[in-house]
């Protein structure tokens, strides 16, 4: 099969294109005919192993040491199940759908093995498998913050980085929620973001929303550029700043915060579930949920789309085509 093996640490050059052995299920496996994954600013990051040196040491360690395993990258996927284990029961040949494969990778690859009790689930109805393979991540990520907000209807919610791949999930996951929702990103990224739900934008190469003099109840930066200090004066009393990407500061200072005004400061490692990830399809299938694609790359130049995501210009996903024109 064709696959985007990751050979070396550092630039895209190290992603090649090339044939490899076809996996085999194991008995409690499946095999996925893959049609799409994404590019993400974490297949990135560990590609460049772009991490602070207390996470990219370990990971370098479980990675390789010196190069990575021949590892195919790819965090998510959507696909067709091809071939099951002897002992899988949750799912059949033919089911059509998306999953998180997290840390283990292989979605740049024509086939893949996951196991049955992953983070798979049916494919949304109403989705291609372009749309579907940029949820699972992004969409999980977004979830599992604004739940931990516990957000009420009316409450306002400020969104760091919101038309990226969790932002766009997180404008309308919070819009789900009924708050009130401001976007913050680039300026050629405000028209898409109000597209979506955000009620309001603003533009950060024009204005700092820390010195705007307004406050909200939730502060969710999806990047971690924020500045702690001052995002925590932009909090409402009992405000919740919630950071998915958190420095080493950050985790830090969350240590030392005196929670004044009950405010909360949540972060840690996001949830993935099938659970959460089957809730998130039944958002899609109702129209309350949609995937805002950028660019979607062939398999043979997933290097050009690392590339492309490097950039930090991307407006919600970058998706890999693997199959072309097949299926729905």
């Given at each position: ?25 194991g ?5 996925i ?15 460049s ?44 040949p ?49 979830l ?36 009130d ?58 405000g ?18 005196t ?11 996001a949830?993935?579930t ?53 299926g729905k």
């Amino acid at each position: 099969m064709k696959a985007v093996v990751w050979t070396k640490y550092g630039p895209p050059d190290g992603l090649e294109f090339k044939e490899v052995a076809k996996p085999v299920p194991g008995d409690k496996e499946v095999l996925i005919r893959v049609y799409a994954s994404t590019v993400t600013a974490g297949d990135v990051e560990a590609r460049s192993l772009k991490f602070p040196l207390w996470l990219a040491l370990p990971m370098r360690l479980y990675m390789g040491p010196i190069r990575p395993r021949n590892i195919i990258l790819g965090q998510e996927l959507a696909g067709v199940i091809e071939a099951v284990g002897k002992n899988v029961s949750r799912f059949t040949p033919g089911d059509q759908i998306f999953a998180a494969a997290g840390i283990q990778f292989g979605g740049y690859a024509e086939y893949v093995c996951l196991p049955e009790d992953g983070v798979l689930a049916i494919k949304p109805d109403n989705m291609s498998y372009e749309e579907a393979a940029a949820v699972p991540t992004a969409g999980l990520e977004a979830l599992h913050f604004l739940r931990k907000a516990a957000i009420k209807p009316g409450e306002t919610v400020l969104i760091v980085g919101a038309g990226g791949s969790i932002g766009t999930f997180g404008i309308q996951l919070a819009r789900y929620y009924q708050a009130d929702v401001t976007g913050v990103d680039s300026t050629d990224k405000l028209d898409m973001m109000r597209s979506i739900g955000a009620d309001h934008v603003i533009d950060f190469t024009q204005e700092d929303f820390t010195e705007n003099g307004k406050t909200y109840d939730v502060i969710f930066d999806v990047i971690g550029k924020s500045s702690y200090s001052r995002s925590l004066a932009s909090l409402k009393p009992h405000g919740r700043y919630l950071l998915a990407n958190p420095v080493l500061s950050q985790i830090i200072r969350k240590r030392l915060t005196t929670r004044g005004e009950g405010k909360q400061v949540i972060l840690g490692p996001a949830s993935q579930t099938t659970e959460n990830l089957t809730f998130i399809r039944g958002l899609i299938e109702a129209g309350k949920i949609r995937t805002i694609i950028d660019r979607c790359y062939p398999l043979k130049n997933t290097d050009e789309a690392h590339r492309y995501v490097e950039t930090g210009q991307k407006k919600g996903n970058v998706v890999i085509t693997v199959f072309e024109n097949e299926g729905k």
